[in-house]
């Protein structure tokens, strides 16, 4: 839009364009990243890891890497049953840093990890462990099993001692596995859908890790940023008031902080890290307290016409639910998805023998070990039900093809909920057994 110069109009337009001009210049709508769709069963895609420079609609200016130029990256959407080949071109330049076991390094080194997928961990598919080194290529080609659960997941680098620069500066992609027609709730299938990629922001501890890791490139002009939401700075989501929408929510973490997500809207939880809930639905008492790295499938009905909800992280907004005109919808009804053999309910099934064991978890070691790439810490075969004991100090869990069920703990096992310190850290009801 062209405005005329605000001396040529009367007073009153004058003020409103002025109005709508900076409306405009704080509060942008929010991107939706490009979008590749599998086609007849597959999907052949080329990713590059390159140099972008970033500046949002605030001037905010990122120096960083990024798949295919853009923060995020293109969104991949696949079905169960797909086969996916990832061309992945490392276009970093080679500033000759060095890989260094267990440090900052490495900084142009990358790989491709498919965070949440059910698929092998081996080449030519989803493994972590093979660098790939500015100005080379390396193929992935996987396979999603026919049951493979719908669901949000994502892409990013993983490559040991480059992963927390190139992923905290907005290396990452939303990676979804649709659902087939007639297989939700109608409210669920029916609803509009939002995905937001939430990329944490550390400048401070960036710079640092850039400075250890021998990187010149890494460069943001605004220190106080918290986060960035699809590559923007508090962007817009226009939502109708009273109809129930899907917020896909990827939390692009890298460091041990939870994203505290909380809109004062209904907000009710209906997956979490790619798997549907068993006890849909579920209102959440408070924040969704999404682990880094996770993810979370929320459906949010706001109550109030023509009003601003402020999406905030410890008190700080990182968006803006902005409501239309009223079309009210139904509370959402009941529901129970069916299960992949890959997600059956454990908590009634004996353990394999053998195959209990204690996890302990501080910010550097597991078991008071560091990572050594020929060390295993625990072993258990294929087939095997495996109860792990978890205890962490300042770092969250995860682990790679095989999801895990909680049985209990998070404080109190009857009423769920994420704890640390003994404070809770958002809704109590965020994490149940049986999740």
């Not at 990122?62 to 696949?78: E, Q």
């Amino acid at each position: 839009t062209i405005f005329p110069p605000l001396f040529s109009l009367p007073p009153k337009l004058a003020m409103l364009v002025l109005f709508t001009a900076l409306t405009c210049a704080w509060s942008a709508p929010l991107p939706v990243p490009a979008t590749v769709r599998s086609e007849g069963g597959r999907l052949d895609i080329v990713l590059t890891l390159e140099r972008a420079t970033i500046i949002t609609s605030t001037g905010v200016t990122l120096k960083t890497r990024a798949f295919n130029g853009t923060v995020p990256g293109p969104t991949i959407r696949l079905k169960p049953g797909d086969d996916l080949t990832v061309h992945f071109k490392n276009q970093l330049p080679d500033q000759g840093s060095a890989y260094v076991h267990n440090q900052f390094s490495a900084a142009d080194e990358s790989n491709v990890h498919f965070h949440g997928l059910h698929v092998s961990g081996e080449l030519p598919s989803d493994d972590s462990t093979v660098p790939v080194l500015p100005g080379q290529d390396m193929v992935y080609q996987t396979s999603l099993p026919d049951d493979h659960m719908a669901g949000t997941h994502w892409l990013h680098p993983h490559r040991h001692g480059s992963t927390a620069l190139q992923v905290a500066a907005g290396a990452a992609l939303a990676l979804i596995v649709e659902d087939a027609p007639g297989t939700l709730p109608a409210q669920v299938e029916a609803a509009p859908e939002v995905l937001m990629v939430v990329m944490q922001i550390d400048l401070e501890m960036t710079q640092r890790i850039a400075s250890r890791a021998g990187d010149s490139w890494f460069q943001l002009s605004d220190g106080s940023l918290q986060a960035l939401v699809n590559g923007e700075v508090n962007p817009s989501i226009a939502v109708a008031a009273g109809e129930w929408t899907r917020f896909r929510v990827i939390y692009a973490g890298w460091l041990a902080e939870a994203l505290n997500f909380n809109v004062g809207c209904e907000m009710v939880l209906l997956a979490k890290d790619g798997i549907y809930i068993r006890d849909f639905p579920r209102t959440l008492t408070g924040a969704a307290p999404i682990p880094a790295g996770g993810r979370a499938d929320l459906m949010l009905r706001c109550p109030e016409a023509n009003a601003e909800y402020p999406v905030t992280w410890g008190g700080n907004t990182i968006a803006t639910v902005i409501t239309g005109e009223m079309k009210a919808t139904a509370d959402l009804e009941s529901w129970s998805p069916s299960y992949p053999s890959y997600l059956e309910d454990l908590r009634s099934t004996e353990v394999s023998p053998n195959c209990s064991c204690e996890t302990r978890l501080d910010r550097e070691e597991v078991n008071g070990h560091l990572f050594e790439e020929d060390f295993v810490l625990h072993q258990s075969f294929l087939g095997a039900v495996v109860e792990r004991s978890l205890s962490a100090r300042g770092h969250p869990y995860h682990q790679h093809v095989y999801p895990f069920q909680v049985i209990s703990g998070f404080g109190n096992s009857e009423q769920g909920g994420r704890t640390r310190g003994g404070q809770s850290d958002g809704a109590a009801n965020y994490e149940m057994p049986g999740d």
